[in-house]
Nanobody
């Protein structure tokens, strides 16, 4: 069993920054890819970013490229999402997810465990 706990969400003005954290416990962390997803009210959950176990490969949704940065610290069992230049359309519940394998996956079905999510609200 794997547990994921996100933190770092909040209310920020457009143009501001937030850093989300996701602490993983319950299983060896360093072997599997991790991802961040978000779900805005009335919309489907969507892929935001992913990172391989070694951190050498990252992937981003087009909507966040150049603004968001994903990273991980395997010693701390933690994955981060640095979000800069935030826009109102970034408002959503952000969840981290633990992939079933080593490679970055966009499809939600490729992730076995999910956190509860943290709310990010960007005001205009």
């Amino acid at each position: 069993q794997v547990q994921l706990v996100e933190s770092g969400g909040g209310l920020v003005q457009a143009g501001g920054s937030l850093r989300l954290s996701c602490v993983v416990s319950g299983r060896a962390f360093s072997r599997n890819a991790m991802g961040w997803f978000r779900q805005a009210p009335g919309k489907e959950r969507e892929f935001v970013s992913g990172i391989t176990w070694g951190g050498g490969t990252t992937r981003y949704a087009d909507s966040v490229k150049g603004r968001f940065t994903i990273s991980r610290d395997n010693y701390k069992n933690t994955v981060y999402l640095q979000m800069n230049s935030l826009k109102p359309e970034d408002t959503a519940v952000y969840s981290c997810a633990y992939a079933s394998g080593w490679t970055v996956q966009v499809a939600q079905e490729r992730y076995d465990y999910w956190g509860q999510g943290t709310q990010v609200t960007v005001s205009s």
